[in-house]
């Protein structure tokens, strides 16, 4: 899996965090996709935790704990063990 199919899926799963169906996004909601899907995929580790919903339903996370330096390779690496336990968790890869 390279770099642009992990934002693909980081992408798809910011979608299904937010629970509103697909539409045309702008570039900065984008932004904020990749974002709810990190802090979603990254909560059971501890480093963030969920807060609320704005007044647009869109979910918003607080840092919980610091993130660990890592080099590029080791961060994607790390994220892509995260995405795969988020889809174990949540039944859509069989465990």
């Given at each position: 899996?390279?770099?642009s199919?992990?934002?693909?899926?980081?992408?798809?799963?910011?979608?299904?965090?937010?629970?509103?169906?697909?539409?045309?996004f702008?570039?900065?909601?984008?932004?904020?996709?990749?974002?709810?899907?990190?802090?979603?995929?990254?909560e059971?580790?501890?480093?963030?935790?969920?807060?609320?919903?704005?007044?647009?339903?869109?979910?918003?996370?607080?840092?919980?704990?610091?993130?660990?330096?890592?080099?590029?390779?080791?961060?994607?690496?790390?994220i892509?063990?995260?995405?795969?336990?988020?889809?174990?968790?949540?039944?859509?890869?069989?465990?």
């Amino acid at each position: 899996m390279g770099e642009s199919d992990l934002k693909s899926i980081l992408y798809l799963i910011g979608v299904q965090e937010l629970g509103k169906g697909f539409r045309e996004f702008s570039k900065k909601e984008k932004m904020d996709l990749y974002h709810i899907a990190t802090c979603r995929v990254l909560e059971p580790y501890g480093y963030y935790s969920f807060s609320h919903f704005d007044d647009e339903g869109w979910p918003h996370f607080e840092t919980a704990k610091k993130l660990p330096f890592l080099e590029e390779g080791q961060q994607e690496k790390w994220i892509k063990q995260a995405v795969i336990e988020y889809f174990e968790r949540n039944e859509i890869i069989p465990a």
